[in-house]
């Protein structure tokens, strides 16, 4: 079994800047892909970013690109969501998962099996 913990999240103006944090128990994470999602009030859940367990692949969604940036320790068990320019758009419950299998980050959230209960993250203008 595996716990996964966000914490980071906060409210912020626009323009600022956040790091999210995702610390496991349980289980290392060494060996699984990571990735980040957010759900904002009334939409899906989204991806946003993806990391590969050795860290030599990273993925970002198109609107995040540029302004956030994934890492991890696996001799932490933490993964790191570093989050710049933000805005208010960028507004969502933002939750770390453990992805099943797999060396790429996988993009869906059927691909990841298991999950925190997320960190809000509000910004406003």
């Known amino acids: 079994q595996v716990q996964l913990v966000e914490s980071g999240g906060g409210l912020v103006q626009a323009g600022d800047s956040l790091r999210l944090s995702c610390a496991a128990s349980g289980r290392t994470l060494s060996s699984y892909a990571m990735g980040w999602f957010r759900q904002a009030p009334g939409k899906e859940r989204e991806f946003v970013s993806g990391?590969?367990?050795?860290?030599?692949?990273?993925f970002y969604a198109a609107s995040v690109k540029g302004r956030f940036a994934i890492s991890r320790d696996n001799a932490k068990n933490t993964v790191f969501l570093q989050m710049n320019s933000l805005k208010p758009e960028d507004t969502a419950v933002y939750y770390c998962?453990?992805?099943?299998?797999?060396?790429?980050?996988?993009?869906?959230?059927?691909?990841?099996?298991?999950w925190g209960r997320g960190t809000q993250v509000t910004v406003s203008s």
């Open positions: 990391i590969s367990w050795r860290s030599e692949y990273t």
């Open positions: 998962a453990r992805q099943r299998q797999g060396t790429l980050p996988a993009r869906v959230g059927r691909e990841y099996d298991y």
